[in-house]
């Protein structure tokens, strides 16, 4: 009997440490999702792929969208992209989700409002972003491209626009 009595106290202490490390771990995976999920309000669009967030706690956090290359300042339809992003979030709540840092410390993530819709994916599909497919292999966001380019939405209008990747490195090398 006693014998019998220590077996189901051990098994009893094993399943004991098993649940409160199982609870525990499901407890901390949890808080890390929450970790990488911000909330706020858009206060300020830089730009077609950029904008300021303000969080619950009065932090400014700039975000730059993920999966998207937008036109930069001076560029064609940088203007219209622009509005076209402020239209969408200006003083709109947002979440980011799968946040990381890019190498100028902004906050890269996906943007959700809060009737779903995800910031990058309305860019693509209005035709004002291009796919970044150097950081961002999603065949989702690469069809979205290619239906606006197909149906001649924003940008895609202009026969051959010129990527801001392209830009960018033109400018470095001092062409423009």
Not at 28 to 36: F, G, P, R, Y
Not at 73 to 81: E, I, T, V, W
Not at 146 to 169: F, Q, S, V
Request: proline share 3%; aromatic share 10%.
């Amino acid at each position: 009997m006693k014998k019998t009595l220590r077996i189901i106290s051990l098994l009893g202490a094993v399943a004991f440490v098993f649940l409160f490390y199982y609870y525990a771990g499901r407890s901390q995976s949890q808080s890390q999702e929450s970790e990488d999920q911000i909330t706020g309000v858009v206060v300020k669009v830089m730009d077609g792929d950029t904008y300021e967030l303000l969080t619950p706690d009065k932090t400014t956090v700039r975000v730059r969208m993920q999966g998207i290359d937008a036109p930069e300042r001076g560029m064609p339809y940088y203007k219209m992209a622009k509005q076209y992003l402020s239209d969408l979030c200006m003083h709109q709540k947002v979440t980011l989700k799968e946040v990381t840092e890019d190498h100028y410390g902004r906050t890269v993530a996906f943007s959700y409002l809060e009737d779903g819709r995800e910031l990058s994916r309305e860019m693509l599909k209005a035709g004002y972003a291009w796919h970044y497919k150097k950081y961002n292999k999603d065949s989702e966001l690469a069809q979205m491209e290619k239906d606006a380019k197909a149906e001649k939405k924003g940008l895609w209008k202009d026969k051959n626009p010129t990527p801001p990747w392209e830009e960018r490195a033109q400018r470095r090398k001092g062409k423009k």
